[in-house]
């Protein structure tokens, strides 16, 4: 992939509302985030839950890029999604998503190939995982050995 065709921002389309709190640890632009008890900024933590639509955004403001990563403490800006927007996001470390896959939160902030379908003995179904997103790209980091990034659209 050419500098050209990687994205330098978070939001790649839509209008999320963009809001701020405090970082209640490392954060990572594009990392799926929620506010703990105490109103700080931490990685989304629940592998799988509903409530998957707050995203780190860049602190661009003063020259950061999707690259540097805010400390705990600082002001965090992220964005509150809707469906439709689109957003240049984590994917999870062993992760291999084809484009259209739908994704989860992975309870660390990136995201996860949806848990597969389950069924029970009565023959109902059940879907474990909760999908917040819809790959728009087919990306490969079963061996990466970090995080990648990864196009989605918020469903």
């Known amino acids: 992939m050419t500098s050209r065709d990687t994205p330098k921002t978070v939001l790649l389309g839509g209008a999320p509302i963009g809001r701020e ?3 209640g ?7 799926f985030v929620l506010l703990n ?13 509903q409530g998957c639509n707050l995203v780190a ?3 661009e403001l003063v020259g950061n890029t999707i690259d540097d990563d805010y400390e705990n403490g600082d002001r965090v800006l992220y964005w509150a999604c ?3 927007d689109r957003i240049y996001a984590l994917l999870a470390d062993g992760e291999d998503v084809a484009a259209g896959a739908l994704l989860e939160s992975d309870g660390a902030g990136a995201l996860q190939a949806v848990t ?8 109902v179904v059940t879907f474990p995982g909760h999908a917040c997103a819809r790959a728009l790209e087919a990306v490969d980091n079963a061996e990466g050995g970090a995080v990648a990034r990864i196009k989605v659209e918020i469903v």
Not at 25 to 31: A, Q, S, V
Not at 116 to 123: I, N, R
Request: net charge negative; charged share 15%; aromatic share 0%.
């Open 21 to 23: 709190a405090a970082a």
């Open 25 to 31: 640890g490392t954060i990572t632009p594009g990392m």
């Open 37 to 49: 008890s105490a109103g700080a900024v931490v990685a989304h933590s629940a592998a799988g839950a």
């Open 57 to 59: 955004r860049e602190m």
């Open 82 to 84: 809707k469906p439709g």
């Open 116 to 123: 597969a379908a389950a069924q029970d003995g009565e023959g």
